[in-house]
């Protein structure tokens, strides 16, 4: 087939353009197919890896947070090799209950400091946070009860670690603390809510001034 005259110069300067870029042009398109690649390599990947905590995480939950010693093998495994998945954290916090209702706080604190580092939500990060309160105040361990509030990241975790920070400042015999912990709790709990006339109860016996 002839070409005329604008049409030989419009290839020639195609060839030229590809004797410039066209060598880079050929390398973006290849990394972007390996990249390609590798996320779907990735996904497939995590998909393994979830379906293999999970399994893991059964086994976990139906011993519930009764024998630390029978869980702690799972939960580990979860941990070693599975810790970027939800199911890591939520069967560590069945060992940290298993543990402390043995009365082992040490182990109990030392779980939940894990979820509390390791877990991908900030809902079961704020979870593990109250329960290491929970744990430190049974204990009497106020100062570290109140320290472990301090991290909270969600705002609807806001009633119940008001409402624990009320307690500690009973214990602590911190009166007006309490009050106004449970003061802000009512603030931010709907009436409906499980503990809402719970709160009001512990506010009514401090004086609702």
């Known amino acids: 087939m002839a070409f005329d005259l604008q049409e030989q110069e419009q290839i020639a300067e195609l060839k030229a353009w590809w004797q ?20 779907q390599g990735w996904s497939s990947y995590q998909e393994k890896q979830a379906h293999a905590a999970a399994e893991i995480y059964v086994k976990v939950e139906v011993l519930g947070a009764t024998d630390a010693a029978k869980l702690r093998p799972d939960v580990e495994k ?9 199911y890591a954290a939520r069967a560590t916090l069945l060992l940290a209950k298993a543990f402390a209702d043995a009365g ?8 939940l400091q894990w979820v509390a580092g390791h877990a991908d939500e900030a809902g079961l990060r704020d979870a593990a946070r109250l329960r290491i309160a ?21 705002e609807a975790s806001m009633p119940l ?3 624990m920070r009320g307690d500690i ?4 015999g911190d009166v007006a603390g309490a009050r106004d912990a449970y003061k802000q709790t009512l603030a931010k709990l709907e009436k409906g ?4 006339q719970f709160v009001e109860v512990k506010l009514a016996a401090l004086g609702n001034s």
Do not use: C, H
């Not at 979860?78 to 939800?86: D, S, V």
């Not at 929970?134 to 969600?154: I, P, T």
């Not at 809510?193 to 809402?196: C, E």
């Open 20 to 39: 410039d870029w066209g060598r880079y042009l050929a390398v973006a398109v290849v990394a972007g197919l390996v990249g390609y690649a590798g996320w």
């Open 78 to 86: 979860l941990q070693n090799e599975y810790a970027g998945t939800g």
């Open 104 to 111: 082992d706080f040490k182990s109990a604190t030392t779980q």
């Open 134 to 154: 929970a744990v430190a105040l049974d204990q009497k361990q106020y100062d570290a009860a109140l320290a472990a509030l301090q991290g909270r990241e969600e």
């Open 161 to 163: 670690f008001s409402e």
């Open 169 to 172: 400042m009973i214990e602590k």
């Open 193 to 196: 809510a499980p503990n809402y």
